[in-house]
Every structure is written in structure tokens, then in C-alpha cells.
T-cell receptor, first 110, second 110 residues
Framework: EADIYQTPRYLVIGTGKKITLECSQTMGHDKMYWYQQDPGMELHLIHYSYGVNSTEKGDLSSESTVSRIRTEHFPLTLESARPSHTSQYLC?????????FGPGTRLTVT | QKEVEQDPGPLSVPEGAIVSLNCTYS??????FMWYRQYSRKGPELLMYTYSSGNKEDGRFTAQVDKSSKYISLFIRDSQPSDSATYLC??????????FGPGTSLSVIP
């Protein structure tokens, strides 16, 4: 079982602010992912990484960016938050073919 | 047509009932199949993982895969109110990203 940590768990922020959502895992997994999920809706893949210095955009267009400088760390950044960014952001990593999720960050942009 | 189809429900059953949750898929290259449980405002939790046709049992949960019909199921025996959640099926090929179904919302009524 993977240990995946996300901070903050909840964030309320004003329009135009720059924010970084943190995700880290302690198991040395190469593959990491960011999903966006609105309440009661399906998961949408927005970014993924297959290793250090590797990042790709997912299936859903997103104004966020990611970086992967260390294996264990995969932060997501919004340069200028907007109300349309209000959502839950879920980080995941893969051990073999099994994908494990963090607890999520619930972001509200006012 | 989406790669993975899942009836979103909601599904409401009495406590103690047997629950059957199902997904169909179109990509015959999928080899790995997973079921996740997601409580409201939480990250998805991996319940079952299988890579072969047939049944896999874990406690009250049984995952069933029929590759010839491109159909997977999750059975929950003796359902409990604590089983009330959204259940997501997920699958992947040997080299690609995980594809999630939209989830089925389940309520187990005491």
C-alpha cells in the first residue's frame, strides 16, 4: 500500500492568486498523476509523470502546470487562480499496475 | 462512445442485500482491472485488483472479469451502511494510463 500525502487538504483563495498544491509519496513510485474531480462527477486526468524531469498533459485541458524534480514530489501550480478552478484535486501514484490516491485537496477560488 | 461505461445510479439497497456493480469496456487491450471505493469528499481507495478472467474474492467483495464479453463486475455480499459510497471501475493496458469509469453511487439503507 502506498502512502501519498497532499497539502493543503482545504484551501480557499481569492481570484488572481498563485497557488501550489503539494503531493508527495514515500514509496519511490516512478509514475504520478493529478486528477481533477468536481462533486459527484468523474475523474479527469490533467497531468502525469513517468519519472524525474518527465511531465505530460492529461486528457483534460488545464491551466495548471506541474514539475517533477524529485521522485517523491509532484507539485501542481496555478499561476492565477480563477473561480472556474474550484474543484477537488487528487494526486495518485502507481505501484506496478495498481494506482493509489492521496486524500485530495479541495480548492475554492472566490 | 466512452472506453469505459458504468451506470451512475444512484443505487439504493437495504442492509444485508447483495449488490452487483458493473462496467463494460470497448478496448480489448485492457488487461488490468480495478475497483475503487470513494467516500464523499475523499480520495478513491483501491478495493480490488485483478488481471485475469474469472473471480477474485476478498472478504465480502468479489470481482469478476469476463474478457470475452468485455464486462467486469463487483459483488458486495451482506451489504452494510458503511458500504455507502461511489464505486469506480478502472482498467489499463500493460503500458498506458488507467482509465476510470464515471462511478456508481451506492446507498445501503439500514
Amino acid at each position: 500500500e502506498a502512502d501519498i500525502y497532499q497539502t493543503p487538504r482545504y484551501l480557499v483563495i481569492g481570484t488572481g492568486k498563485k497557488i501550489t498544491l503539494e503531493c508527495s509519496q514515500t514509496m519511490g513510485h516512478d509514475k504520478m498523476y493529478w486528477y481533477q474531480q468536481d462533486p459527484g462527477m468523474e475523474l479527469h486526468l490533467i497531468h502525469y509523470s513517468y519519472g524525474v524531469n518527465s511531465t505530460e498533459k492529461g486528457d483534460l485541458s488545464s491551466e495548471s502546470t506541474v514539475s517533477r524534480i524529485r521522485t517523491e514530489h509532484f507539485p501542481l501550480t496555478l499561476e492565477s487562480a480563477r473561480p472556474s478552478h474550484t474543484s477537488q484535486y487528487l494526486c495518485a501514484s502507481t505501484l506496478g499496475d495498481e494506482q493509489y490516491f492521496g486524500p485530495g485537496t479541495r480548492l475554492t477560488v472566490t | 462512445q466512452k472506453e469505459v461505461e458504468q451506470d451512475p445510479g444512484p443505487l439504493s439497497v437495504p442492509e444485508g442485500a447483495i449488490v452487483s456493480l458493473n462496467c463494460t469496456y470497448s478496448n480489448s487491450a485492457f488487461q488490468y482491472f480495478m475497483w475503487y471505493r470513494q467516500y464523499s469528499r475523499k480520495g478513491p481507495e483501491l478495493l480490488m485488483y485483478t488481471y485475469s478472467s474469472g473471480n477474485k474474492e476478498d472478504g465480502r467483495f468479489t470481482a469478476q472479469v469476463d474478457k470475452s464479453s468485455k464486462y467486469i463486475s463487483l459483488f458486495i455480499r451482506d451489504s452494510q451502511p458503511s458500504d455507502s459510497a461511489t464505486y469506480l471501475c478502472a482498467m489499463k493496458t500493460s503500458y498506458d494510463k488507467v482509465i476510470f469509469g464515471p462511478g456508481t453511487s451506492l446507498s445501503v439503507i439500514p
